[in-house]
T-cell receptor, first 112, second 114 residues
Framework: KNQVEQSPQSLIILEGKNCTLQ??????????LRWYKQDTGRGPVSLTI?????NTKSNGRYTATLDADTKQSSLHITASQLSDSASYIC???????????FGPGTRLSVLP | DTEVTQTPKHLVMGMTNKKSLKCEQH?????MYWYKQKAKKPPELMFV???????INESVPSRFSPECPNSSLLNLHLHALQPEDSALYLC?????????????FGPGTRLTVL
């Protein structure tokens, strides 16, 4: 069964600290993996999209990694800011583009 | 312009009402999506249109009826909804259904069914 798991479920960090969010998936065949940031009550915003051949992709203070062999991805946030408080959702799309498998998300809270 | 707009922002309706949600994009995208999101849960894919044809229907009840009148517009017609259908309904678009294209989401319509 195609699944995406994320950890931790929630995370609290102090402003300025770094953190790493994890995503494990069983989706096959694999097309691409996406990380989204969603503020409460708003639509998700795309952070990164990674295909099979990409190991690392950055978007400002966000860096995503992908290990297609172990089917794991991580999202690293550097020098966190209060505005980083949001839910971070990992989505994996299969090779046929018919299945969009969403992870449950990680709720990040950045405190001053 | 990388904006997806949705109207209305909020909607309250009774179980016997008929209403419609509207989504619009002017980025030339050929894939458009409807998602349903309950509180503290990730979005759930409902429908996908690719080149104005229904491509994916995730076994959504018939009380939800999508329509794609042209490449820029996506509607979701609602009829005889249940209170458990109360949720945030998100629209999104991307260049194409296949491949690693960025998906742009609208702000959503907050639906409450009484």
């Amino acid at each position: 069964k195609n699944q995406v798991e994320q950890s931790p479920q929630s995370l609290i960090i102090l402003e300025g600290k770094n953190c790493t969010l994890q995503c494990n998936y069983t989706v096959s065949p694999f097309s691409n993996l996406r990380w989204y940031k969603q503020d409460t009550g708003r639509g998700p915003v795309s952070l990164t999209i990674m295909t099979f051949s990409e190991n690392t992709k950055s978007n400002g203070r966000y860096t995503a990694t992908l290990d297609a062999d172990t089917k794991q991805s991580s999202l690293h946030i550097t020098a966190s800011q209060l505005s980083d408080s949001a839910s971070y959702i990992c989505v994996v799309i299969d090779n046929y583009g018919q299945n969009f498998v969403f992870g449950p998300g990680t709720r990040l809270s950045v405190l001053p | 312009d990388t904006e997806v707009t949705q109207t209305p922002k909020h909607l309250v309706m009774g179980m016997t009402n008929k209403k419609s949600l509207k989504c619009e994009q002017h980025m030339g995208h050929r894939a458009m999506y409807w998602y349903k999101q309950k509180a503290k849960k990730p979005p759930e894919l409902m429908f996908v249109y690719s080149y104005e044809k229904l491509s994916i229907n995730e076994s959504v009840p018939s009380r939800f009826s999508p329509e794609c009148p042209n490449s820029s517009l996506l509607n979701l017609h609602l009829h005889a909804l249940q209170p458990e259908d109360s949720a945030l309904y998100l629209c999104a678009s991307s260049q194409a259904l296949w491949g690693p294209d960025t998906q742009y989401f609208g702000p959503g319509t907050r639906l409450t069914v009484l």
